[in-house]
């Protein structure tokens, strides 16, 4: 979409002199000019059209165009204040083919330049924060959503006392002292069978004890002395 021109300052009454070249970087100077035989005179407007400001001297009359002066900045080249005067500017105009001459421009009252200087300073000023404004939102993060992104949110529910709980945590073989849970589908090992008491020795019987203990009892039968009258004799004599 095109840009629509917008007129910022028109003067119906504008004086163009023929200035000498420079010849030190002092400033040009009005009183060096011959103020009483302007070269020409007609109306001068101040166009703008998106970022461009063009300076258009044309006649009063018709309309036609004399001359034209791209401004891309103020104070610049393209437009110079004179260090005599305030009336008087050196102003730099362009062809269509690119060529440029300087020029001098001035007017018959000052407060006519003093709407000069407010105009292109406001403008600029205009210009300036577009800029900025255009900068400002390229540095914006986007923190917009983009296609299948998903965000993950953790909620607490509160409970009717007043508490605030969670969803309970499964639990399972892993979670128990490191253990890995068994694979599925697979068997089981069977559990380990309950320990049995072992069997109680067998109690000996009065016979059995005579026959394990048959050879001691008769050792011993043997060896017994039996009571002898003589034994019984050495009882009575003591």
């Known amino acids: 979409m095109d840009s629509y021109e917008s007129v910022i ?6 004086f163009v ?14 009183a060096d000019w011959n103020l009483q035989e302007p070269q020409w005179t007609g109306r001068m407007r101040l166009v703008a059209k998106g970022d461009e400001l063009i300076m ?11 001359a034209k002066c791209p401004i891309d900045k103020y104070p610049g080249l393209a437009l110079e204040s004179v260090t005599d005067s305030s009336r008087y500017f050196v102003v730099r105009i362009q062809d269509d083919n690119g060529r440029s001459a300087y020029i001098g421009l001035g007017f018959g009252d000052r407060s006519d330049s003093f709407d000069l200087n407010v105009a292109l300073q406001d403008h600029f000023k205009w210009l300036k924060k577009e800029q900025e ?30 508490s605030e709980g969670s969803r309970p945590k499964r639990t ?37 004890t005579n026959s394990e203990w048959g050879d001691f009892n008769s050792a011993s039968a043997t060896n017994q002395k039996p ?3 003589a034994n019984q004799q050495n009882w009575v004599q003591f």
Do not use: C, W
């Open 56 to 66: 258009k001297l044309e006649d009063k009359t018709t309309g036609e165009l004399f």
């Open 172 to 208: 399972g073989a892993a979670s128990v002292g490191g253990l890995l849970p068994p694979p599925p589908g697979g068997s089981r090992l069977p559990p380990p069978p309950s320990p049995q008491h072992a069997p109680a020795p067998p109690v000996p019987t009065p016979a059995s």
């Open 227 to 229: 009571v002898t009258p």
């Open 9 to 14: 300052l028109v003067k119906n009454e504008v």
């Open 133 to 162: 404004g255009e900068q400002s939102q390229q540095q914006n993060l986007d923190l917009g959503f983009k296609d299948g992104e998903t965000i993950k949110i953790n909620m607490k529910i509160t409970k009717k006392d007043g």
């Open 17 to 30: 002199f023929k200035i000498p070249p420079r010849t030190s970087n002092r400033g040009y100077r009005a």
